[in-house]
C-alpha cells in the first residue's frame, strides 16, 4: 500500500505529467534514493526538482526496470508501446498513463475509487476527462445506477502537454507562432484537437470517453455523449454534465449520495453563486462537482431521473499522475 | 424594409452593444444625420465614431423621441423600464434589448428568420444565447420538429460589456482588481455570473434560455436543460447542443435542412478538424454550425432522433445589435 520501499520509475519524468508525477511521489515521502528518472536522450542529463533536492534524469534503457520496480509511464502511446513490455519482461510492474493498453481485454483500466486492482503486470491508467467524469458521477452510479451522459467539456491546454502551456503563454503575449492546435488558444475554445474519425463524426478523446466508462464501470450498453473543447485554461478540466439515473432520485438523495463519497468534493453555494472552477481545482486531489439541480425544474425534492452538475478536476493530478500513483499504491 | 429614411435613436449608445448598433446601421447606410445617439449624463457631449465620422452623444431625455421615430434601446432593464414607456407614449417604436418586457404577453420577442413581425409599438430582442441556439436550430426545428434541447454554454465576456472585456484585458495583464465578475475570468471559466434562484438552481441566463425559447417557438412544453458558464473569449458565444428531433433524420437529411437556412452557415471540416470557433464568428452576422453529428453512433446514415451541433455566434451582432436592426427594418 506504500510506495516508500519501493524503487519507482517514472518514464517520461520531464513532462507535464512526469514532473506532477514526481511531486505527488516526494509529498507521498518517497526517499529520492528509490527514484529513477527517465526520459529521451535530449533529457538525459539535467536535474529535475524532487523534494527538498533534486533527481537526475537519465535516457530510457531497458536495464533500468528489474524485477519489483513499479514502472508510472507518462509518456506518449508510441513510447508505451514501444518500452512497456520490455519493462515487464525484465519484471517491472507498469502503471501506463498513455492510451496503448487501455482497451487491451488482459489489461485493467482502473480508478482506484471505482474499480481497485491488487495485482497486474501492466494497469492502464484511463484517459484524464473519463477519470474526472466517473469520479463525479460515481456516488450517483453506486446509489441509483447511470443510464445515459451528455457531457461538454472545458479542457485545459495542459492537456496538450507543456506544449500546449507554452503555446498559450506565447499566444497572450502576441506572438502567434504555431504551437500543438490547430486554432489559435489564446481567447478562444475550439473542438478539441485529437483526430476526428470521419465517419462517426467523434474526436479521439470523445472515442475515450465513450470507450473506457463502459470498461471502468463494466457497463457495455452505457450511454455517453460526450463533446470535447479546448478553452484557455493553463489547468484543469470542467465539464457540465446532464447525466440520466436508472432508479429516481430527489435533490436530498442526490446530495446524501455525496456525502461520504470518496475523491469528491461537493462546492456548491447558489446564494453566493460559488461553484467548481478550474482554478479552484488545480493542484487539489479531489474532483469538485457542484451546480447539481435536476434537469427539468419540479416540485421541490420531487424524485426524478435526470440530473445536471458541473465538475472541475485537476487533470495533471487525479486526472492522470495522481490516479497512476494511487494504482501503483494499490499493487505495491 | 430600410431604415436609411428614418430617424433612428440609439438608447445606451456609448456601451458595447451600442456601439455595435450605430456600427451596423451605418454599414446600413443609415445617414450620420437621422441618428440621435442617446446616453446616460455621464457620456453626454462626447463624439463617438459614426461611419466615417462621428456622431455627438446626448443625454437620454423623453423630448428625444417623436412619432415615427424608431428607438433602439441597448441600456439595462432598469434604463428600459422607465424610459421605454415614456418613448412610446411620445409615439416612438421601440427595439429593446434588455430582458424587461421579453416575457409579456403583449410584447413580441422576436428573431426575424424565425418569428418576424411587421408592426408593434415594443417589440424586445431576445437573450444573445437564446438567440444563437434557436438560429442554429430552425432549420431542424423546420424540418423535423425539436422537442428537447440539452445546451452548455461557453459565453465571451463582453456578454457583461465593456466592463467585463475591462476585467479579462486587466486580469490578463496581471492585476486582480476587481470587476463585474465574482471569480477569476482570466484562464478560467466560471457559471455565468447571473443571479440563481436558489430553489431551483438555475441561473438567470438559464432562465432565459428555457422562457425565450419556448416564447419565441410557440411551444411551451419545449424541454430546454441549459448550463451556461463564461469562458476567456473577449468576443462570440459558443454552444455544445444535443437535441432531441420529433421526427427521425438521416445525416443527409440534417445537413441538407442547413442549406438554403438563413442566417446561419455550416462550417464541418473533420478532415482539417475545422469547426466554428468564437474567433471565426466574430464580427459575422451568421451563426457558426458543425460538429453535425448523431448523438449515437449507429449505421451508416440511420435515421435517428437525437444529434449533437457546435454553434459560435457574435453575441454582440447576431445575438444582439444585428437581430434588434433586423427587427427595426421589418417594422419600418
Not at 507543456?162 to 475550439?190: K, T, Y
Not at 493542484?283 to 420531487?302: H, S
Amino acid at each position: 500500500m506504500s510506495l516508500k520501499d519501493k524503487r519507482v520509475i517514472v518514464v517520461g519524468a520531464t513532462g507535464a505529467v512526469g514532473r506532477e508525477c514526481l511531486s505527488i511521489l516526494a509529498q507521498r515521502g518517497v526517499p529520492a534514493g528509490n527514484i529513477v528518472a527517465l526520459a529521451s536522450a535530449r533529457s538525459a542529463g539535467i536535474t529535475i526538482p524532487y523534494a527538498s533536492g533534486g533527481v537526475t534524469v537519465a535516457e530510457l534503457n531497458a536495464q533500468a526496470f528489474n524485477p519489483s520496480d513499479v514502472a508510472i509511464f507518462c509518456a506518449t502511446s508510441g513510447v508505451a508501446r514501444q518500452w512497456v513490455p520490455l519493462a515487464v519482461e525484465r519484471g517491472a510492474t507498469v502503471v501506463d498513463n498513455s492510451s496503448a493498453f487501455r482497451m487491451r481485454d488482459d489489461v485493467p483500466l482502473v480508478i482506484p475509487e471505482i474499480n481497485p486492482v491488487r495485482a497486474g503486470k501492466v494497469i492502464a491508467n484511463p484517459n484524464c476527462s473519463t477519470i474526472i467524469m466517473l469520479v463525479a458521477l460515481e456516488p450517483l452510479r453506486k446509489a441509483f445506477g447511470v443510464e445515459s451522459i451528455v457531457v461538454s467539456t472545458y479542457q485545459a491546454v495542459s492537456g496538450a502537454g507543456q506544449a500546449g502551456i507554452d503555446a498559450l503563454q506565447r499566444e497572450v503575449a502576441g506572438d502567434a507562432a504555431s504551437g500543438p492546435f490547430a486554432e489559435p488558444c489564446a481567447f478562444n475554445v475550439f473542438s478539441h484537437n485529437s483526430a476526428m474519425d470521419p465517419a462517426t463524426g467523434l474526436n479521439g478523446e470523445e472515442q475515450k470517453m465513450i470507450d473506457e466508462s463502459r470498461k471502468i464501470w463494466n457497463q457495455p450498453d452505457l450511454e455517453v455523449i460526450p463533446t470535447c473543447v479546448r478553452v484557455p485554461v493553463y489547468r484543469a478540466h470542467s465539464e457540465s454534465i446532464c447525466v440520466r439515473l436508472t432508479q429516481p432520485a430527489t435533490e436530498s438523495q442526490i446530495r446524501a449520495a455525496y456525502a461520504d463519497a470518496r475523491g469528491v468534493r461537493v462546492v456548491d453555494d447558489r446564494a453566493a453563486n460559488a461553484f467548481p472552477t478550474p482554478l479552484k481545482a488545480s493542484g487539489r486531489d479531489d474532483v469538485l462537482v457542484g451546480r447539481i439541480r435536476p434537469a427539468v425544474t419540479g416540485a421541490a425534492d420531487q424524485a426524478t431521473r435526470t440530473w445536471c452538475l458541473w465538475a472541475c478536476g485537476d487533470q495533471l493530478r487525479k486526472g492522470a499522475a495522481l490516479n497512476a500513483v494511487q494504482v501503483a499504491e494499490g499493487i505495491a
